[in-house]
């Protein structure tokens, strides 16, 4: 029967409003202020683990999503009812719409292609050339050893992991780039820190000499073993087609800069930390100094330096490069028991799940040793390479480069960090650290 009091205006009630998530008491645009990490971390404190967080500019909340299972739901059981939201406004711009930035159908034919690149038995076949980049810095920090300078850490690291990617994507081409150009035209790559603007119309100009070659290539008809060269000759599974110029220009642009950055900050943080834990750099030392150095591991080489990879593992804990992964809903979904209406934006922040206080113990603690024993990917509470089919394609690459770095570097010196203070965090697009990293190179031996 209907109630009396709308039986006179003929209206239906209104479904009642939906229960929703604490609103935090601050408003921000997540990554988009300067000061967004230490706010977020505020807001985590103060609101659990499913809650929202007014962005002024767009004037709608952003749900932050920091619950495990919700994450799990987010990430890969229901992962098809999220598209990436503003993460992908943000870098469409320089990435055009290659694997990072693309949804659907695109997405999933341009991973299928790219993923065999990273298979472990793929990526052990860079180890020269990895190998090769690694010496050529070893060299250069000899010398500033010898002179006793200190090195920079954030500029070195970002030069060599450039180096890296480039040589693993256009092999001794990256040289005729380099005579084409009469320069190594990614140098702005390293030297423009900023992504504005102006940064993606530079960096997209570069389309035009990488389209030459791509177009020298399919002349010479000559199958190449590097990254290009394996986009070059990869297939639709369906339908049997190459990749077009466009796509193949854009894929190469998203290695470019997704290669390169986040590992760079990876290292950074590596580099930091040790020099702030003698135990474990000791630690560390031993377990280099027990086997003999060789180039050109194995892939499961690298693996079998576990405390060298648990070091890793760790500063990726405490500091992902990829501090906050962003994501819209397509259709609406029930998080924590609340039902999220379609066309939401929320973020998952490895940052904050791989600091809950309810997962790790000691979770601000540098403990490299909780690795050792223990992985805790199953749980969804370790994230730095997100998770489910979206999960980083660069994965191993990312791990096999990283490990030979450190293990390589760990042998010769001890870092020690000049200015020192507590390290302050620069939360853009990556985490990185706000001040120079400079830091002496004390030999070991
Ligand atoms: C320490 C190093 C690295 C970290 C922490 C890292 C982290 C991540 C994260 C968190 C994502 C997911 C982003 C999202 O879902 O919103 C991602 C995606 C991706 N990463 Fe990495 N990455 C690293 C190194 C690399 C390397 C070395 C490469 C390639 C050479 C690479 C290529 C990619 C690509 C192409 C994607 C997009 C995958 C897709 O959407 O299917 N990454 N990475």
């Given at each position: 029967?209907?109630?009396?009091?709308?039986?006179?205006?003929?209206?239906?009630?209104?479904?009642?409003?939906?229960?929703?998530?604490?609103?935090?008491?601050?408003?921000?645009?997540?990554?988009?202020?300067?000061?967004?990490?230490?706010?977020?971390?505020?807001?985590?404190?103060?609101?659990?683990?499913?809650?929202?967080?007014?962005?002024?500019?767009?004037?709608?909340?952003?749900?932050?999503?920091?619950?495990?299972?919700?994450?799990?739901?987010?990430?890969?059981?229901?992962h098809r009812?999220y598209t990436k939201g503003?993460g992908l406004d943000?870098v469409a711009i320089l990435l055009g719409n290659g694997i990072m930035t693309s949804e659907g159908d695109t997405w999933r034919r341009q991973r299928r292609m790219i993923q065999?690149?990273?298979?472990?038995?793929?990526?052990?076949?860079?180890?020269?050339?990895?190998?090769?980049?690694?010496?050529?810095?070893?060299?250069?920090?000899?010398?500033?050893?010898?002179?006793?300078?200190?090195?920079?850490?954030?500029?070195?690291?970002?030069?060599?992991?450039?180096?890296?990617?480039?040589?693993?994507?256009?092999?001794?081409?990256?040289?005729?780039?380099?005579?084409?150009?009469?320069?190594?035209?990614?140098?702005?790559?390293?030297?423009?820190?900023?992504?504005?603007?102006?940064?993606?119309?530079?960096?997209?100009?570069?389309?035009?000499?990488?389209?030459?070659?791509?177009?020298?290539?399919?002349?010479?008809?000559?199958?190449?073993?590097?990254?290009?060269?394996?986009l070059?000759?990869a297939r639709d599974r369906d339908t049997g087609a190459p990749m077009s110029d466009r796509e193949l220009l854009d894929e190469v642009m998203t290695l470019?800069?997704a290669?390169?950055?986040?590992?760079?900050?990876?290292?950074?943080?590596?580099?930091?930390?040790?020099?702030?834990?003698?135990?474990?750099?000791?630690?560390?030392?031993?377990?280099?100094?027990?086997?003999?150095?060789?180039?050109?591991?194995?892939?499961?080489?690298?693996?079998?330096?576990?405390?060298?990879?648990?070091?890793?593992?760790?500063?990726?804990?405490?500091?992902?490069?990829?501090?906050?992964?962003?994501r819209r809903?397509v259709?609406?979904?029930?998080?924590?028991?609340?039902?999220?209406?379609?066309?939401?934006?929320?973020?998952?922040?490895?940052?904050?799940?791989?600091?809950?206080?309810?997962?790790?113990?000691?979770?601000?603690?540098?403990?490299?040793?909780?690795?050792?024993?223990?992985?805790?990917?199953?749980?969804?509470?370790?994230?730095?390479?997100?998770?489910?089919p979206r999960?980083?394609v660069?994965?191993?690459?990312?791990?096999?480069?990283?490990?030979?770095?450190?293990?390589?570097?760990?042998?010769?010196?001890?870092?020690?960090?000049?200015?020192?203070?507590?390290?302050?965090?620069?939360?853009?697009?990556?985490?990185?650290?706000?001040?120079?990293?400079?830091?002496?190179?004390?030999?070991?031996?």
């Amino acid at each position: 029967m209907t109630p009396d009091h709308l039986q006179h205006t003929g209206t239906r009630p209104s479904p009642p409003a939906l229960p929703l998530p604490p609103l935090a008491r601050d408003e921000f645009d997540v990554g988009e202020t300067p000061d967004s990490l230490e706010r977020l971390v505020a807001c985590a404190r103060e609101s659990g683990d499913l809650f929202r967080i007014h962005a002024p500019s767009r004037g709608s909340d952003t749900w932050v999503v920091n619950d495990p299972a919700d994450i799990k739901r987010v990430l890969v059981t229901n992962h098809r009812n999220y598209t990436k939201g503003i993460g992908l406004d943000r870098v469409a711009i320089l990435l055009g719409n290659g694997i990072m930035t693309s949804e659907g159908d695109t997405w999933r034919r341009q991973r299928r292609m790219i993923q065999p690149l990273f298979h472990r038995g793929v990526v052990e076949r860079h180890a020269k050339l990895i190998d090769d980049c690694t010496d050529a810095r070893l060299e250069r920090w000899r010398d500033s050893a010898a002179r006793g300078e200190p090195i920079d850490v954030p500029t070195e690291t970002s030069e060599l992991t450039l180096d890296i990617v480039l040589r693993a994507i256009f092999g001794d081409d990256l040289d005729w780039l380099g005579e084409r150009t009469g320069a190594n035209p990614f140098a702005i790559v390293t030297a423009e820190p900023e992504r504005n603007l102006l940064f993606a119309y530079r960096f997209r100009s570069l389309s035009r000499v990488i389209g030459e070659l791509v177009a020298r290539r399919r002349a010479e008809s000559e199958e190449r073993p590097d990254f290009l060269g394996m986009l070059m000759a990869a297939r639709d599974r369906d339908t049997g087609a190459p990749m077009s110029d466009r796509e193949l220009l854009d894929e190469v642009m998203t290695l470019i800069v997704a290669g390169h950055e986040t590992t760079a900050a990876a290292l950074n943080f590596v580099w930091y930390l040790l020099s702030q834990h003698p135990a474990a750099e000791s630690r560390l030392h031993a377990e280099l100094d027990a086997v003999p150095e060789r180039r050109g591991l194995a892939y499961e080489d690298t693996e079998a330096l576990r405390y060298t990879q648990a070091v890793i593992q760790e500063a990726l804990r405490l500091y992902p490069p990829g501090w906050v992964l962003t994501r819209r809903t397509v259709e609406s979904d029930v998080l924590s028991g609340y039902t999220i209406p379609a066309g939401t934006d929320l973020i998952v922040s490895p940052y904050l799940i791989g600091r809950h206080p309810a997962h790790w113990p000691a979770p601000d603690w540098f403990r490299p040793e909780r690795f050792l024993d223990d992985d805790p990917r199953g749980r969804w509470i370790y994230i730095p390479f997100a998770a489910g089919p979206r999960h980083c394609v660069g994965e191993n690459f990312a791990m096999y480069e990283m490990t030979v770095h450190v293990a390589r570097v760990a042998r010769r010196w001890r870092l020690e960090l000049v200015d020192d203070g507590p390290l302050q965090l620069e939360a853009a697009i990556n985490l990185r650290s706000r001040q120079a990293l400079r830091m002496n190179l004390l030999p070991r031996h």
